[in-house]
């Protein structure tokens, strides 16, 4: 039992290993190169960003890149639901894999517990909401929340609300672009992010009081 374990354990790890290496290796500017080819034709484009949430989590790329992509083509009317509907979709990857890595020893096991006494403290609604308003790296809150044996229904809604502010910035940049590029992306990301930034302002409050009401 204990050495299934750690085979288990050592295959996550060589998961992990093999997604940061991807992510190295092909930048979001490759995905933002495909939707450039597709952004005249939105059934063509559709398939391409359900093939880039699906694949997305191999390569660690920014759930917002996508969203900013998204609200490119499909402006902020259409892009907002697709870009809220693919993060929650491509953030449950992840999660379900660190569901299946975990085990109760060992590196992932610690973190496991980490996590647990976390949502135990908060609720784990309460803490999905409140760990997707931080401006932290989308796929780790969701490995940790798999690791943390948070239910897949509390995931999924406090991953659809926490990420809405986010989304909203996302395809609202996205939308006001005129061309499609990470230099373009960079220039208006203080917009962003001074956005980004003002909105969690607005959300801190209510989110802290949901976080610490017992």
């Known amino acids: 039992m204990e050495f299934a374990g750690n085979r ?63 609200g490119y083509v499909y402006g902020p009317v259409v892009g907002f639901p697709v870009a809220l509907g693919g993060t929650v979709m491509s953030a449950y990857l992840p999660f379900a894999a660190a569901r299946y890595f975990r085990i109760d020893s060992g590196l992932f096991g610690r973190l496991g517990d980490s996590g ?30 798999g690791l943390s044996n948070v239910p897949v229904r509390s995931f999924l809604l406090g991953t659809a ?30 917009v962003v992010a001074v956005v980004g930034i003002g909105g969690l302002f607005l959300l801190a409050g209510p989110a802290y009081r949901y976080v610490t009401d017992d």
């Open 161 to 190: 609300i926490g990420e809405v502010p986010w989304m909203v910035v996302a395809v609202l940049a996205g939308s006001s672009l005129d061309t499609l590029s990470v230099d373009e992306i960079g220039e208006n990301w203080l």
């Open 8 to 70: 288990r354990q050592a295959a996550g790890i060589g998961v992990v290993a093999m997604v940061v290496v991807a992510g190295v290796l092909l930048s979001p500017e490759f995905v933002l190169k495909q939707v450039r080819h597709v952004t005249h034709n939105p059934l063509l484009a559709s398939g391409l960003f359900l093939a880039v949430y699906l694949v997305r989590p191999l390569f660690a790329w920014p759930t917002t890149v996508v969203a900013v992509a998204v």
């Open 116 to 145: 647990e006494r976390f949502f135990d403290a908060t609720g784990d609604l309460r803490g999905m909401v409140a760990s997707r308003l931080m401006p932290a790296p989308s796929d780790a809150v969701s490995a940790a929340a």
